[in-house]
């Protein structure tokens, strides 16, 4: 919005990207962890969630 700085919003990638390395790095001993990039990644991902085919102890990584 008009009243966020530059400052600000720049700062939130980084935030971002320090809090995942952080759980990924708790995560890897109980979770297992997928990476996709990509429409077709993602409407699998999310298909797959739907059919219940996605364990508790997977976590998917998806980007555009």
């Known amino acids: 919005d008009r009243d966020v700085t ?3 919003t720049c700062a939130l990638p980084i935030c971002v990207g320090e809090a995942l390395r952080a759980f990924l ?3 890897d001993s109980w979770m297992q ?3 996709g ?4 990644a993602i409407e699998s991902a999310y298909r797959r969630t739907l059919d219940g ?10 980007s555009l």
Do not use: N, Y
């Open 6 to 8: 530059g400052v600000q």
């Open 25 to 27: 790095a708790s995560a």
């Open 33 to 35: 962890i997928e990476h």
């Open 37 to 40: 990039s990509g429409r077709e």
């Open 53 to 62: 085919k996605v364990e508790p102890t997977q976590g998917i990584i998806l």
